[in-house]
């Protein structure tokens, strides 16, 4: 009779445990995108303001379809892949952390709840009428007139953001380091347009006409 109650309790413990852990999973149910963002936090900041410091760029109010997209191009390293990319090194791993479709879809629609944050310019030598010739002759036509971006183009809005990291994404462009993955459809049409820039002086002009503009 001892025999069987030691079985039953070996058998039951087990059984008992896992009942009690699919129970405080379905209780507790799927993770907030506030809690996810906390991984996000240390680069991006609590306000998603980025910082210049670390090349982590502001992306509070960014479209939740733009932030999706780009998690998932971290996640299979569309984007992030190649080996001259330390940015993009850095952000594949932590894309990776979500690990369900629904969870980056929570935290997408946190980071565009969020207010946007103004950020100071940092790049000097721009000639905003010089680039506004540029863009309207090769950005408008995907990014639109006010720099507000197009969904259905996979363009994101460009106004209001950091001039430091226009510049940046322009030249990875540029250079292979974004866009030349095969996959990558939207992000080969943009390098073939960054490509059109042909020097340091055309890629600041643009980004200083873009940062003329009202958000």
């Given at each position: 009779?001892?025999?069987?109650?030691?079985?039953?309790?070996?058998?039951?413990?087990?059984?008992?445990?896992?009942?009690?852990?699919?129970?405080?999973?379905?209780?507790?149910?799927?993770?907030?995108?506030?809690?996810?963002?906390?991984?996000?936090?240390?680069?991006?900041?609590?306000?998603?303001?980025?910082?210049?410091?670390?090349?982590?760029?502001?992306?509070?109010?960014?479209?939740?379809?733009?932030?999706?997209?780009?998690?998932?191009?971290?996640?299979?390293?569309?984007?992030?892949?190649?080996?001259?990319?330390?940015?993009?090194?850095?952000?594949?791993?932590?894309?990776?952390?979500?690990?369900?479709?629904?969870?980056?879809?929570?935290?997408?629609?946190?980071?565009?709840?969020?207010?946007?944050?103004?950020v100071a310019g940092?790049?000097?030598?721009?000639?905003?009428?010089?680039?506004?010739?540029?863009?309207?002759?090769?950005?408008?036509?995907?990014?639109?007139?006010?720099?507000?971006?197009?969904?259905?183009?996979?363009?994101?809005?460009?106004?209001?953001?950091?001039?430091?990291?226009?510049?940046?994404?322009?030249?990875?462009?540029?250079?292979?380091?974004?866009?030349?993955?095969?996959?990558?459809?939207?992000?080969?049409?943009?390098?073939?347009?960054?490509?059109?820039?042909?020097?340091?002086?055309?890629?600041?002009?643009?980004v200083a006409h873009?940062?003329?503009?009202?958000?």
């Amino acid at each position: 009779m001892l025999r069987k109650a030691r079985w039953v309790l070996i058998v039951a413990a087990p059984l008992a445990l896992a009942i009690a852990s699919c129970s405080g999973n379905q209780s507790a149910g799927p993770v907030a995108g506030s809690e996810l963002y906390d991984t996000c936090v240390p680069c991006h900041g609590v306000d998603g303001g980025g910082d210049p410091a670390i090349k982590a760029p502001p992306i509070a109010g960014l479209p939740e379809w733009y932030v999706t997209d780009q998690l998932t191009h971290f996640k299979s390293a569309m984007r992030g892949g190649h080996p001259d990319d330390p940015e993009g090194h850095k952000m594949r791993p932590m894309a990776r952390t979500l690990k369900t479709e629904a969870e980056g879809t929570a935290v997408a629609k946190y980071v565009a709840g969020l207010e946007p944050v103004d950020v100071a310019g940092t790049v000097d030598g721009g000639n905003a009428t010089a680039g506004a010739e540029r863009y309207n002759g090769v950005c408008v036509a995907c990014h639109g007139p006010d720099a507000k971006g197009n969904p259905d183009l996979k363009a994101p809005p460009l106004v209001g953001q950091a001039d430091w990291y226009m510049v940046s994404q322009l030249h990875k462009f540029r250079d292979g380091w974004r866009g030349a993955h095969p996959d990558d459809v939207w992000g080969s049409q943009m390098r073939a347009m960054s490509m059109t820039l042909e020097d340091e002086q055309a890629i600041k002009d643009v980004v200083a006409h873009i940062r003329s503009m009202p958000r």
